[in-house]
């Protein structure tokens, strides 16, 4: 029983790691039709930027205040980020503009090679560290109750709690600023919202900036979590499964998917696996997906799409 | 010598109801197709005219009502058994294959006709291409007649609207088909498509003896060439009969004036 | 053919930029070195300063006047771990220069793909502690090479450790042990051994893959943390061993229980994880880290110093460094051993290359001159023996270093021959291989 | 009944069902005929249509047709229409081609001066035409159609369908096999073969009858002299009551064997054009002017480097292009070089497009052809010849020989013909190809037939030195200025109309002191034009009142002023002031013939009052007038049109 | 502008309907063919066959299969590459546990067990579309990863997952030497795109293409939606299958499968999309430029560098190549979404009227 707990919590905890990263692909989705694959290479190129500030910042300034250190790189690599989104919607999408889904996903696929190729090209292809204070150590929950106790991983709960804040705060931005009315007005219907004058370009800028920014925030906590290095881009197939069971357009549905194929997953490799030979998560969570696909091709919280003759 | 003569009921639509959850688009509507008719259901914009077509050709299933085809039950019928009990329809926003030449276009109205399987159609020769020219030739005769032979190899998507529009026809004309569905066939043409039109429908009737069953915004061309004419109202059927009758009444009247007046 | 022409340009333009040792000068011989690297990708940290210190043994063996006065010369070409582009790579460089001596593909699957060719082109293919374990067989496989040391023989040696921890390995019945591994074919190498040794002593084996690239954990090390074995191998790579650690800190499972294959056992592996790794071992066939040992100082003086070394200082001596630089001299040895019989002085052929590799002995003289002394253990290879040592030590992670913790180790030859023999002749049946007698050997 | 039986009927070929029973029995395998139907070019050989047209032969007979009958044939160029002209032959009967596109009243006309019993027509649309005027034809006992399509209600037991009576024939045939034959014996060479109507630029039609014999003769000159062989191709497209459709399409083909390709429709003769890519070619100047109007405008489109790419080689080939057509030593080999590097890169391209490729004799004739039009497609490697004949001569009187091209001749008189001029300047022909005579008309016959055998052609021209025939105009529009000098508008509207901008021109001095003129824009060309500029415009009178279009205009017309400044003959003749009508001049309105020449009384009449303001120096005149659409609805067109004066030039004395 | 067709009409079906109506293109391909098997083996070197021609020719194969199902049925795969896999041990089993198997049947085999696996995994396109499909099949490429990893059947027991065939021989011809390969994978790619012409020229194509354009109207038409999906899944897991039999068999000797991983359906889906979809040149327009431009890349940059006096490391070599890579992907996607194919045919249509423009 405790092991079950455990392991659903462990589910959680990294379903909830798995929304952070399927909310990026959500928002553009949401307002720009892209199904933005350049979204895990986003999160490395974010991180790899946190990381390398953060090294290069004492070296630069000379002082060793670690604190110090990370905000600033914090606020460099937000600047990264947004001069980043700024370029993509600028040099490429602008010009994607109405062609098909599969089209504007492989111009994501270009963009993640390039994004690829600059991040390790200035920051280097090591091994990077992300050290913003994480405890690393496990606690232990309910001892008095099971024998053992129930593991709790610090530094996941924390994490989580960071994914829930930035979707409390991203449905704050959504509902109660102009920006975010409008964001949403897009993602409705981007004839409509532009003929009410939203400047779709502008518009379509921000929320890559948005998007940037929860990329860097899925990337300091995977790259606290992993170390900062190539295979962090790969986490965007981890979290594919996600945001097919939430649905394209759902941010509520990026983190219930999250959760939801977390805990599916762990569940899965820990009492499943063993008997056919394990390492069955991930496709595993893609099945799982599929299966709700079946029930509910739209996903559970997307739209439900009506043929029109 | 009149070469068509109007027969007994093909087509039998009895107390169809549908909703799409809870919104109500057609409510117990009843009526008849004859065979070698022109039947035409016309009615406002929201009459549901459209949907009716669509219970009919099995894209939508009503609720409740039956469909009668030739003596046979119907009323599950999806869009493929509609189409291989001899039923075509053209569209209201076309619906063309945008990626093919007009060629192709109508080819595939021929698809129900077409048996070579997958490995003789691959290697081509023999079988496959015997039957690809045998409905060549058929299709060759559906432009000769709808005269397209001028843009028989263009894509479609490079087509004015008119043109569009009869390009869709003769793909429904290539299943050779006992009924055929037409959804407002001259909305968004000029007069002088709406005449060409017209004439290629009475000409389809006429020659091929092709039940002819069409939905109509426009009261005005409809009366002249149908037979038999529906008048639906916010789903509900208000008039039927002869154009002149539908003409006399009072109910179509009011509809007509209160909507478009 | 217009690429070809451009081929040729650009393998030019890399000869000039790999620095003065290439030169007109020195024109006379020279042998050449097709090189099969990654500085890119998922893997570019491990592959980096394997690649560093491979280069800068080339280096200084030309500074050191080459083999015989034959200055080995290369050329890079990146093959970012992917084996396509690694087949791209070998045949655009093996004929070049006279041909290529001798390839190592840094890879499980380029090694299998070359492989096949490497009959065909008669270059060896030499895969120093990597690589089919079976290919230690020379009458089977020919051309290929896993000197140093193979994973069944790295497991061998684990399992031996644990065993002489235990005090014994009648002490090892009933013991738990979880292979932690990457799933691929890298990763299932050691499964094979250990369920013998798991069945000659009767512990109890447990196999947890972990999906490419390993940074998705968490189920299996709350299996672990179920199963509470006694020990965990890890068999991963790049970044699935520092996740590993970090989980296994996460789930409070102690690293000092843990035992690293020597891919999982070097400085990237552990670095980010710093203190969370302290007590963490890892096997190390041949070598370690050695910052101090001679080559290391001879490299930093000849070459570093001087401008001319590849890579950053600090890492020259760190454990993959050294790999790197261990297997370029074997490759270098085998030169010097082929010259001794087909021309001192000679650029020899890649089937000349093979017969040098084949007749390395490196005793501990020879070990010494090369200021390696300390740092490995003789090699010698045979014809039926392509591996030519089986010397491995345990070294374990403080938190800032690797230290050594164990003395050395020999793969247990009547463990592994059997398997070994068994493998290759499955492998000779599929192929349609006639094994080598040994007279064949003296040919 | 067979094809070698057909072929017995040899003897001299001296009639066209003879001729055709020949080519069945020599080349029965060879395609005779070809349609473009149904997608692909469907093909008849020469022995199945002499089946079919001995099987429709029958079927007349059999309703009723005879020796002497008068058959009228309605539509496009289908195959079985111009099969029909040879079955009629065949029983002795008189095909009599009618324009297709002419209205209900104007057929009324021939149908009734040519006592016409039989119509064949094409389509359900002309049987309307037909059903229309019956009753003023009381002569007209059977329509029969080609293509049955929306006929099933027409339930006149007049009317019958083409395939009712082809099988009735074979029946007929069958029962008797002796009759067709014994009737194509019957037939002889000067009985009347084909009667073609006037086109009317003076008066009423008139019914020109023409003999098995001369028409032969005509077309037998015509292949003799361009080595015609069995292998041309021909395009049909040309309406088929047009002498020149008959000469190429009918008589030559059958003299000489070639095929003939009917075109799919109005709308894709430039794409079957393309597809069949004859080796033989016959058009009037309008058509080569369309074709050019079309290249300059599609290639302002194009890049600047292939904008500039043909206009280089256009230069090349306007230096050379002729002559080396005609095979003259005197180009320089640099010249030839870049010729053969445009001929490459642009002219055999270009031919390809225009459907060309394949050309090795193209005619044109009807009317007088530009020189630069003229020269346009000679230098690009067209071996474009002009010819001069009317309908009274089987179209064939004069012939530009190969290598002898001369741009403002028609050529030399063809083989058997005496041509010589009058001493008014009218040119007089005399031989085998003149007409029997006009139908049912002695008065207009004699008037045309002087005693001596010399038929009176109306034009005005002179033979230069090498004995080729100069047409300057029509004899009795050659007119003079106030001050003496010789005024042929013809010639300076000919000049005007090359402009790519210009549609249709007409000029005015007879009698007057300068020479002023009508211009008609080029929708087409300056709508593009337009477009490219950002000019908005509604139409027609919009664009052709724009001031920018007045100043492109007047820029052609000055241009023209200065092309004539250099001939002392016609230098007097320079355009002083012009206008651009409101509305383009229409057949429907009567300002052109069918055939799209211009009525010059007619409009001159019409437009009074802007020839009036063109001569008392007004700036601008009000003009309304009354059109005829399509639909046979009118209209009214008004504008205000502005009167542009244009620069002269001195008269350039020519160096001696 | 070297097209000259006047007098080239057809008078029968027969020879409107030829898989290339026009002459000069007839001629042109025949040509190239011609030269694929005679000139090329004559003229380039093992370099050139092993490293780029036999790849390019098998992913010509497998873009030819990823063509057939996203360009011409409009149903997205990023599964292509389990297709492969599924061919190529399917293949390798029915070869090592077969006696005499013949190699060339094996690999048909092997595209059949493909084409099977096709139809299951292609089954959820009948609930699901778009996108939304694209993740389905991602399943199908994880699921058959784990599957050739974990289940020692199919590797026959190899302990590592890893398996290798000997030399392949074909009615007595032993595919050995580069040039062996070359000509075996080019004859049996000429085929499949003879076959493939034939298919999407005929009835199956335009069902297909129908399904693409406008399911509705196709299914009003008669067209059965789920056979046409399935039947696309089927052929295209058939050529996916034969493909990466061919891989395996051919190109690799051995292999493991990450041969086949989602980064060799990416590379598929790019060959497909930058090569043009619905077109069957694209895809050996798009296998062309994938195969070759990151080599050309890879080995023009050092030049490049040289040029400027920049001495340029295998590192940034590679990661200025896979920027470049990339940015060419979105500036083709932006200057023709539609492929190579379309600019090649909008340049032959070009040519056709040249010189005018249009």
Partial sequence: ?309 | MNGRKIGEVILDLKNISLSFGGVKALTDISFDVREHEIRAIIGPNGAGKSSMLNVINGVYRPQQGDIILRGEHHANMDSYGAAKAGLARTFQNIALFKGMSVLDNIMTGRNLKMKANMLQQAIWFGAAQREELEHRAKVEEIIDFLEIQHIRKTPVGRLPYGLQKRVDLARALAMEPQILLLDEPMAGMNVEEKQDMCRFILDVNDQFGTTVVLIEHDMGVVMDISDRVVVLDYGKKIGDGTPDEVRANPDVISAYLGASH | MKLRKLAAAASLVAIGLSGALTTPAFAAEEQFFPLLVYRTGAYAPNGVPWANGFLDYLKLTNARGGVNGVKMIWEECETGYATDRGVECYERLKGKHGGGTAVQPLSTGITFALTEKAPVDKIPVITAGYGRSESQNGAVFGWNFPLVGTYWMGADVLVQHIAKKEGGFDKLKGKKVALVYHDSPYGKEPIALLQERAKMHGFDLSLLPVAHPGVEQKATWLQIRQNKPDYVFLWGWGVMNSTALKEAQATGYPREKMYGVWWAGAEPDVKDVGDGAKGYNALAMQHGAEPDSKVVKEILEKLHAKGQGTGPKEEVGQVLYMRGLISSMLQVEAVRVAQGRYGKGKRITGEQMRWGLENLDLDQKALDGMGLGGVMRPVKTSCLDHMGSAWARIHTWDGKKWNFTSDWYQGDEKVLRPMVMLASAKYAEEKKIKPRTPEDCKK | MSVSQSGRASGPLDTFPRLLLNHAATRGDRPATREKYLGIWQTWNWSQVAEEVRAMACGLAELGFKRGDNLALIGDNRPRLYWAMCAAQMLGGVPVPLYQDAVATEMAFVLTDGEIRFAIVEDQEQVDKMLEIKDQCPSLQHILYDDPRGMRHYTQTYLQGLDEVIAMGKVHDRNQPDFIVGEIANGRPEDVAVMLYTSGTTGKPKGVCQTHETFIAAAQSGVGFDHLTDQEDILSYLPMAWVGDHLFSYAQALVAGFTINCPESGDTVMTDLREIGPTYYFAPPRVFENLLTTVMIRMEDAGALKRNMFHYFMAVAKRCGSDILDGKSTVSSTDRLLYALGNLMIYGPLRNVLGMSRIRVAYTAGAAIGPDLFRFYRSIGVNLKQLYGATETCAAVCLQPDREIKFDSVGKPAPGVEVKIADNGEVLVRGKLLLKEYYKRPKDTAEAIDAEGWFHTGDAGFFDEDGHLKIIDRAKDVGKLSNGAIFAPNYIENKLKFFPHIKEAVCFGHDRDMVCAFINIDMGAVGNWAERRGLPYSGYTDLAGKKEVLDLVRECVEQVNAELSHDAMVAETQIHRFLVLHKELDPDDDELTRTRKVRRGFISEKYNVLIDALYSGKTSQFIETQVKFEDGRTGKVAADLAILEVKTYPTMKKAA | MFYRENGQFKTSYKADQQAFAIPQDRWAIYAIVAFAFIGVPLLVDEYMFRAILVPFLILSLAALGVNILVGYCGQITLGAGASMAVGAYAAYNFLIRVDGMPALAAILLGGLVAAAAGIVFGAPSLRVRGLYLAVATLAAQFFWDWAFLRIKWFTNNASSGSVSVADISLFGWTISTPTDKYLFSLGILVVFAVMAKNLLRGNMGRQWMAIRDMDVAATVIGIRPMYSKLTAFAVSSFYLGVAGALWGFVNLGSWEPAAFSIDRSLQLLFMVIIGGMGAISGSFFGAAFIVILPIFLNQMLPLVGSLFGLEVSTALVSHVEVIIFGSLIVFFLIVEPHGIARLWATGREKLRLWPFPH
């Fill in chain 1, 1 to 309: 029983m405790a092991f079950f707990l455990e392991t659903l919590l462990g589910g959680l905890m990294s379903g909830m790691l798995y929304s952070l990263v399927a909310l990026g692909f959500v928002l553009i989705f949401k307002a720009s039709g892209v199904f933005n694959f350049a979204q895990g290479a986003m999160v490395l190129f974010a991180a790899l930027a946190m990381a390398r500030f953060s090294e290069w910042i004492p070296d630069w300034l000379g002082m060793e205040n670690l604190f110090v250190a990370n905000l600033l790189a914090f606020a460099v690599a937000v600047v990264v980020m947004f001069v980043v989104a700024w370029l993509i919607e600028r040099l490429a999408l602008r010009y994607l503009v109405n062609q098909e889904g599969a089209t504007l996903l492989m111009a994501t696929l270009g963009i993640a090679y390039v994004l690829d190729g600059i991040g390790q090209t200035i920051f280097g292809s090591d091994i990077y560290k992300i050290d913003v204070g994480m405890p690393k150590d496990p606690v232990m929950m309910l001892e008095s109750v099971f024998e053992g106790g129930i593991l709790i991983n610090k530094e996941d709960f924390i994490a989580a709690l960071i994914a829930a804040l930035l979707v409390i705060s991203l449905s704050i931005f959504f509902q109660k600023t102009a920006t975010g009315r409008a964001l949403r007005a897009v993602a409705d219907d981007h004839q409509a919202a532009q003929s009410i004058g939203i400047p779709l370009d502008r518009i379509w800028v921000i929320v890559w900036c948005v998007a940037g920014i929860t990329a860097l925030v899925a990337g300091i906590i995977w790259g606290s979590k992993l170390g900062v290095q190539f295979s962090l881009s790969t986490i965007a197939l981890r979290a594919l499964p996600v945001v097919i069971l939430g649905g394209l357009t759902s941010v509520p549905g990026a983190i219930i998917g999250g959760l939801i194929i977390g805990v599916g997953e762990k569940l899965s490799e820990v009492y499943l696996g063993p008997y056919v030979g394990g390492g069955i998560e991930i496709w595993f969570a893609y099945m799982l997906a599929l299966v709700f696909l079946l029930f509910r091709p739209q996903g559970l919280f997307g739209e439900k799409i009506i043929d029109r003759v």
